[in-house]
């Protein structure tokens, strides 16, 4: 069974700080591992990590995926009160098409 | 830009009624999902589709059931609503030959309580 453990849970920030969140996977067959911020609804997309794209940026935001460690960061530099979400993992593997995500880590950042 | 539109935003319903929750997608995805959201223990998947009349149950069907007699239509289903269920609830779809480059494309989600 695929499995997606996210760290930490829930963390508080003052603005201008920097931010890194964990993901770990453990699945069979990965294909690739995405990031998505959720704010008061749906979640929306922010980052795809895959074997051939193992590294990405925009703006402030940027993620590294470590296949041999089979993690990925997810990094949030000087951060604004327009960052606090609920940050989710979510990792392709065997099934293919389908999704298995982590318990998100609930950012929240103060002004 | 794709379109996921769940019916209901917040939903109040009794024990032991049936509750219907509607996702509509407007992309012509293959595939849909239906997901539950409770804090901490992030999104569990609760039934899947890949094609009108298909359905394959998730981790967590049970209680549940669901519909797809139109492509763009995935129900899902509390057959006897229990406060157990109480959850925000959110649906997705997908292209059906592969994730693209950006994955699923998510409802806004139903917060149901059962009181």
């Known amino acids: 069974e695929d499995k997606v453990v996210q760290s930490p849970l829930s963390l508080v920030v003052h603005e201008g700080d920097t931010v890194t969140l964990n993901c770990s996977y453990e699945?069979?067959?990965?294909?690739?591992l995405l990031w998505y911020k959720q704010e008061k609804k749906a979640p929306t997309f922010l980052f795809m990590l895959?074997?051939?794209?193992i590294e990405k940026k925009s703006g402030r935001l940027s993620s590294i995926l470590d296949k041999k460690e089979l993690s990925s960061i997810l990094n949030i530099t000087a951060t604004q009160t327009g960052d606090s979400a609920i940050y989710l993992c979510?990792?392709?593997?065997?099934?293919?098409?389908?999704?298995?995500f982590g318990g998100g880590t609930r950012l929240m950042v103060k002004p | 830009d794709v379109k996921v539109t769940q019916s209901s935003r917040y939903l109040v319903k009794r024990t032991g009624e049936k509750v219907f929750l509607e996702c509509v997608q407007d992309?012509?995805?293959?595939?849909m999902f239906w997901y539950r959201q409770d804090p901490g223990l992030g999104l569990r998947l609760i039934y899947f589709?890949?094609?009108?009349?298909?359905?394959e149950k998730g981790d967590i069907p049970e209680g549940y059931s669901v519909s797809r007699e139109k492509k763009e239509r995935f129900s899902l289903i509390l057959e006897s609503a229990s406060t157990n269920q109480t959850s925000m609830y959110l649906c997705?779809?997908?292209f059906g030959g592969g994730l693209a480059n950006y994955g699923y494309t998510f409802g806004s989600g139903t917060r149901l309580t059962v009181v």
């Open positions: 979510a990792v392709e593997g065997n099934a293919g098409n389908m999704l298995t």
């Open positions: 895959t074997s051939s794209g």
């Open positions: 997705a779809s997908s």
């Open positions: 992309m012509d995805h293959e595939n």
């Open positions: 699945v069979t067959n990965f294909r690739s």
């Open positions: 589709s890949y094609d009108v009349k298909m359905k």
